[in-house]
């Protein structure tokens, strides 16, 4: 194509991006910059929100044990989420990464169920299977493992399974995106020259995976940090995570400020959390890369 | 490299488990979906699985409740709405961002993009203040608005895939052939990204259609989609069938679109570009 005049390319760019700037503009950084914006207003049950500018709010979140429980178990599920995630969908990665193309079609179907399902249906299927007339609760009592149907719905670990039912997919293809780049011959290669199977998997077919496996990792985690109706549905009223608080201040109280003040702290956790987590992984890696820096001198 | 797979890693002990375990998964993935929709033929009081008996009758009963035909409509013409309006949308951002390597295109990508980021309470939550302010709260066009914002970034990232996949080669020879920039777009590199486009509508409907986080903060007593009436009745009573058969008809919906597009694309081609 030929490159017109500056001004003339400017002139093209704006007249496709000035629909999508004024639509996102208005309908999403003006939500978004409000949200922020009255996070800072006071609040009156009786006389409702008023504009101010306090952080009461925030102190009040953040020297409560109750609000503070509520945002750490947040944490917590959506790490043991993102772990279980990311060990148990590696094995299904490496098998749609290595499978006939008829084959992984099919699978990637199935796999892409649970991300294009609703999660409220999603979570109903959950409560059917896990309840006490359930068929999880038939097997298990078929097996002599327990004598007497058990409460399986409303725990902890109920919320922790739905959560890696919903992501579990994004996980196995970000992971399975990466194998499919490895060029299977090193590990070839390394078998012929006496490699074992688990150490080319180590050395070769991990490494590999790292950027995929990642990627799938900062998508479950915010995923897991932000689930709304999976936690309403199947972690009942005593275990309560961040999103339900916020649907409660901003619903149910009507009390808008706070509803935003934890919004504002719901996304700070998790960008705060990512940032650790990626700044953890830089450091090891420097670690690595001088470790084999040292090596190299020493051969 | 497909003859190869019998030299994977392990020994044959290995690859027997590796097949359990991907069965297993298969049967993870499916469990709950199979549990709604077979469990919606139960004859019986509640919703048990596997169902005993068979009928049909919670799908018939579903026809005198206008209520729920009604949010059923509802759902789909905001998911139908929405994806139409959001592959728009995500064409031209990807076209100027693709095509044009401006500084600008950082604040057009954050703002288009940014949305799949954040938790949708948060948005959900964020939009009924504002657009209660700007007027648009309590109303169809406001939940076709939130519907709008979260789903675009879905149609916006496969399009702009398509659209750097597509041979800036293929459109020199038109425009050298003589071709206007608008014919070269319409007929040499809209027919190429197609399936991007087709995918990303796919995409955004689906997730439109399912979606209850956001939906419910812009409900009105009357406006009410389909996946939020299945929310609400479900706190109260979950082992009714009728809800069963409620959402299996959201199952099935969901499941024609998704084999559907996925018979018009190849979906291995989304996972070679998911890098």
Redesign the interface.
């Known amino acids: 194509m030929t490159e017109g005049p500056r001004a003339r390319r400017l002139s093209t760019w704006l007249a496709l991006a000035i629909l999508p700037l004024i639509i996102y503009g208005v309908l999403y950084a003006l939500p978004i910059y409000d949200l922020v914006r009255s996070s800072f207003n006071t609040f009156d049950p009786l006389k409702g929100t008023s504009s101010a500018f306090q952080t009461g709010f925030y102190r009040d979140f953040l020297t409560d044990p109750f609000y503070l429980g509520v945002l750490w178990r947040t944490v917590r599920i959506s790490v043991t989420v993102t772990m279980i995630c990311a060990l148990g969908g590696f094995p299904m990665a490496y098998f749609l990464a290595r499978s006939e193309s008829g084959m992984r079609s099919f699978l990637l179907i199935v796999l892409l169920i649970p991300l294009v399902t609703s999660p409220v249906v999603v979570a109903y299927g959950w409560l059917v299977l896990l309840g006490t007339q359930g068929i999880v609760n038939d097997l298990l009592i078929a097996a002599g493992i327990i004598d007497m149907p058990v409460k399986l719905v409303f725990r902890e670990f109920t919320l922790v399974l739905g959560l890696v039912y919903v992501s579990a997919a994004f996980m196995v293809l970000a992971t399975a995106a990466s194998l499919k780049n490895l060029d299977w011959n090193l590990v070839l290669a390394a078998r012929s020259l006496g490699a074992t199977g688990s150490r080319a998997f180590w050395l070769i077919v991990v490494p590999a995976s790292l950027p995929g496996l990642t990627n799938g990792c900062l998508i479950v985690f915010s995923l897991s940090m932000s689930a709304y109706a999976v936690p309403a549905l199947i972690a009942g009223p005593q275990v309560k995570v961040m999103s339900e608080l916020i649907y409660q201040q901003g619903m149910a109280l009507l009390n808008w400020p706070f509803a935003a003040c934890m919004s504002v702290i719901l996304v700070a956790a998790t960008t705060g959390v990512l940032a650790v987590s990626d700044l953890f992984a830089r450091l090891r890696q420097l670690r690595v890369a001088k470790r084999s820096r040292s090596g190299d001198r020493n051969a | 490299?497909?003859s190869?797979?019998a030299?994977?890693?392990?020994?044959r002990f290995?690859k027997v488990l590796?097949w359990v375990?991907?069965v297993a998964?298969?049967v993870?993935?499916?469990?709950?979906?199979?549990?709604?929709t077979v469990?919606s033929l139960t004859t019986t009081q509640?919703?048990?699985?596997?169902p005993k008996g068979l009928t049909l009758q919670w799908y018939s009963r579903m026809l005198d409740r206008p209520e729920i035909i009604y949010s059923f409509l509802l759902s789909l013409g905001i998911a139908l709405g929405a994806a139409t309006a959001s592959v728009l949308?995500g064409l031209?951002?990807s076209?100027?961002i693709v095509r044009?390597s401006?500084r600008?295109n950082t604040i057009?990508w954050l703002?288009?993009a940014s949305?799949m980021?954040?938790?949708?309470?948060?948005?959900g939550?964020?939009?009924?203040?504002?657009?209660t302010?700007?007027g648009l709260g309590t109303s169809i066009l406001g939940l076709l608005?939130?519907h709008?914002?979260i789903v675009?970034p879905y149609a916006f990232v496969l399009i702009a895939t398509g659209l750097r996949s597509v041979d800036r080669s293929l459109?020199?020879a038109a425009?050298s052939l003589g071709a206007s920039?608008m014919r070269t777009l319409g007929l040499v590199t809209l027919p190429i990204m197609f399936w991007s486009m087709l995918a990303g509508w796919a995409?955004a409907f689906?997730?439109s259609?399912?979606?209850?986080?956001v939906s419910?903060?812009l409900n009105t007593p009357q406006v009410v989609t389909l996946?939020?009436r299945?929310?609400d009745a479900?706190?109260y009573s979950?082992?009714n069938p009728q809800?069963?058969a409620v959402?299996s008809v959201?199952?099935l919906v969901?499941?024609v679109?998704?084999?559907a597009s996925?018979s018009f694309i190849?979906?291995?081609r989304i996972?070679?570009r998911?890098?």
């Open positions: 490299m497909h190869r797979t030299e994977s890693l392990g020994g290995s590796l375990y991907v998964m298969q993870f993935f499916l469990a709950p979906v199979v549990a709604i469990g509640y919703v048990v699985f596997p949308l031209l951002v076209l100027a044009y401006l600008l057009l703002l288009v949305p980021m954040l938790p949708t309470v948060v948005l939550f964020g939009f009924l203040q504002t657009y302010h700007l608005a939130g709008l914002v675009t459109e020199d425009r920039p995409l689906l997730v259609f399912g979606d209850a986080a419910v903060f996946p939020v299945i929310f479900l706190k979950p082992l809800l069963t959402s959201l199952v969901t499941l679109v998704l084999v996925a190849r979906l291995e996972m070679d998911m890098r």
